[in-house]
């Protein structure tokens, strides 16, 4: 016969307490710095990250204005997600693999993908999906949470075939909500992978607060039940980023995945699809997330630097105005798609159904 | 009667359906607070509480597996799933858990849940935000497939799908929430379930459509009218499991030649099917083989052919002319 338990004051001591964490941070809002978490970065590389977020932020802002002006399709907005973004990708080797969400162009940007092609592929041209042979990315996904699972198998491959390079992938506070989010990272654990994943925590899933995403504290703590190292970030503070990505890196080539929350703020609307933040956003919240925004944050650091001036930060300005410009040039003079095209790109060889498809609109419709 | 658009139809159905019945739910994601990326839930959250309009985490498997759960115990949820491109995450609950879930228990549990989702192109939405897959849904054994083509079916056939003690996928076209609008009565009122609507008489050739595709057929049968002296009838479907056999056979009866428009891909969905049900109860009424006019066999996925992707008047037209001079 079965013993039966007194329940008591044992089941207390058996209660999984989550441990509290501190975000990693390097920089404070005011722009000081805390020496022993300073990476390691030349004055020119500093300099670079700020000239990345620049570049970022007007390429941004001009973005939004051209799918205004019904110039580009879908577009999801970036600005207060730079230093997440670019800190993340500045830790990166070439070869290292990215698989996105559909707001994380800016880091496919930086790791070659050009940005005439995120013009198309906003507008939903399939020449936007064609990523050059020599950079290492995925096309922006937009199933929330599928590029997170692609992630183990990517990560995988490399193991398989001995390279040094490893898979990131990028999701949002919403994303972390899916079943895939977990699987992704209970495969990374079980399989040793070198792999890196991000939530970008930038408060909403279009309109819904991360308070009515999860009761968990933290969404870094969803990597301790996979099994995987966790960790959680400012992800308004480039420098942290950065630091804790290349970290992650070397971890993840040694078979150590690690989950990385950064936790940023998205300043503007979810898309340019007619989405209207003050119909949710919490009232009066906006404020203090712009005061605290990475931009300013880096720039007061590198200015107490001499690194930084007004006129370096026109020239990114300029410089990015007319990158944007010749952009949406080259975009809107690349060959239109056709229907035949459509067609013979479903499969390697085209089967005869398809082809007839094709042969049909050709004899009726067909210019 | 009041004047509305489709989407406002569709909002007009589940206040009356929450109003009527305390165990309708809605839930999704964004349908609370923001009442929907279309706003077919604006308003409801407020007039009707959290408990029963809720915003759901960002898990479509979650919504789904939710629904079924609170079908099972006697609720009648409303599940939205933002697009349809979103409902692969879902498909267990769609196409197994819900629809089984009666015949797995020999009639013991039912499942009334009524999922929602906006499909179809030409609003240039991104790729997964327009594809047509109710091919993949009549597949499903157990689950009945809606698609009104206006607002007054829209909410009479959502108020029918809500009530139905089994699952409903409920359809709604995209193109159609904002572009066209109709006299809706105010009150209570339902479209059945199951029954195909005669949207245009004629006598030389049927064409059998649903959805956005109803307003493209009946432009093309106005110009073969015109061009052709074609007089054409139209058959908006309404239903598309179970369809409605006794309309599709009296109308091919009456005019011996069919044409099934669909906006779909062309392999395995509405139009072969109709095809079927055609030759196994009418075929020899018909003076010519039927016709099909349909997308390619490739994804919607590329707004800036959209257009040219999804059948237009010139396509049908030259159906029509085919099939009448066969």
């Known amino acids: 016969m079965a013993k039966t338990t007194k329940r008591g004051g044992g089941l207390a001591g058996a209660e999984l307490q989550t441990q509290e964490m501190q975000a990693f941070q390097v920089l404070s809002p005011d722009g000081k710095v805390n020496e022993a978490n300073l990476p390691e970065l030349s004055d020119d590389q500093l300099r670079e990250l700020m000239r990345r977020m620049v570049y970022t932020r007007v390429w941004d802002q001009r973005a939004v204005g051209l799918a205004r002006q019904g110039r580009l399709g879908f577009y999801a907005p970036v600005s207060g997600q730079e230093a997440s973004m670019i800190g993340s990708q500045f830790a990166l080797e070439k070869e290292d693999f990215i698989l996105p969400g559909y707001r994380d162009i800016p880091q496919l940007h930086f790791h070659g993908y050009p940005m005439y092609q995120g013009f198309l592929w906003s507008r939903g041209h399939q020449h936007g999906g064609q990523i050059p042979e020599d950079v290492n990315v995925l096309m922006p996904q937009i199933i929330i949470g599928a590029q997170y699972v692609q992630t183990s198998g990517v990560a995988m491959a490399f193991k398989r075939r001995g390279e040094k390079r490893i898979a990131i992938t990028y999701t949002g506070d919403g994303g972390s909500s899916q079943g895939d989010f977990y699987e992704a990272m209970n495969f990374a654990g079980v399989f040793k992978l070198p792999a890196v994943f991000i939530v970008q925590n930038n408060r909403y899933a279009i309109s819904t607060p991360v308070s009515k995403q999860t009761v968990a504290k933290t969404i870094a703590q969803k990597g301790l039940a996979a099994g995987i190292r966790s960790v959680q970030v400012d992800g308004m503070d480039v420098l942290a980023v950065y630091a804790a990505v290349k970290d992650a890196r070397e971890r993840a080539l040694n078979g150590e995945p690690t989950l990385i929350e950064t936790l940023c703020y998205r300043l503007g609307p979810h898309s340019m699809s007619g989405d209207d933040p003050t119909r949710y956003r919490i009232k009066d919240e906006s404020p203090a997330y712009e005061e605290n925004e990475p931009l300013i944050r880096f720039r007061k650091y590198l200015e107490s630097k001499n690194l930084w001036t007004e006129e370096d930060e026109n020239k990114v300005i300029e410089e990015t105005k007319a990158a944007v410009a010749e952009a949406i040039k080259k975009a809107d003079q690349y060959e239109k798609m056709t229907i035949p095209n459509l067609i013979d790109t479903v499969y390697e060889t085209t089967p005869a159904h398809l082809e007839q498809q094709k042969q049909e609109y050709l004899a009726k419709e067909g210019k | ?326």
């Not at chain 2, 959290?50 to 759901?56: C, E, L, N, Q, S």
């Open chain 2, 1 to 326: 009667m009041a004047t509305m658009t489709m989407v406002k139809a569709i909002n007009d159905a589940m206040r009356i359906a929450l109003q009527n019945d305390p165990n309708v739910m809605i839930f999704g994601e964004d349908v609370g607070k923001n009442g929907g990326v279309f706003r077919a839930t604006d308003g409801l959250q407020a007039k009707f509480g959290v408990d029963r309009v809720m915003d759901t985490p960002l898990a479509e498997s979650g919504i789904g597996g939710l629904a079924v759960g609170l079908g099972v115990q006697g609720f009648r949820p409303i599940a939205e799933m933002q697009f349809i491109g979103f409902i692969f995450e879902a498909l267990d609950s769609i196409m197994v858990q819900a629809p089984r879930m009666r015949f797995r228990s020999g009639g013991r549990y039912n499942n009334p849940v009524t999922f929602r989702a906006p499909f179809g192109g030409g609003v240039k939405s991104p790729e997964l935000h327009s594809d047509s897959l109710e091919g993949l849904l009549i597949q499903t054994p157990g689950i009945k497939v809606v698609c009104p083509s206006n607002p007054y079916d829209a909410k009479g056939l959502l108020l029918s799908s809500i009530k139905d003690n089994d699952p409903v996928f409920f359809l709604e076209h995209l193109k159609l929430y904002f572009s066209l609008k109709g006299e809706v009565p105010e009150d209570e009122y339902t479209v059945p379930i199951g029954k195909a609507n005669v949207v245009r008489e004629g006598t030389d050739v049927t064409i059998f459509t649903y959805g956005a595709m109803v307003h493209t057929s009946m432009k093309a049968a106005e110009i073969a009218e015109k061009d052709l002296n074609k007089k054409v009838e139209v058959v908006d479907l309404r239903t598309l499991s179970p369809l409605d056999v006794q309309t599709i056979v009296s109308s091919v009866e009456k005019t011996h030649r069919a044409i099934v428009v669909q906006e779909a891909q062309r392999t395995a969905g509405v139009a072969p099917e109709l095809i079927s049900v055609i030759n196994e109860n009418a075929l020899l009424s018909l003076d010519a083989p039927v016709k099909r006019v349909t997308g390619f066999d490739t994804p919607l996925g590329h707004p800036l052919i959209e257009d040219e992707w999804i059948p237009n008047t010139k396509r049908i037209v030259n159906a029509i002319e085919e099939v009448c001079n066969f």
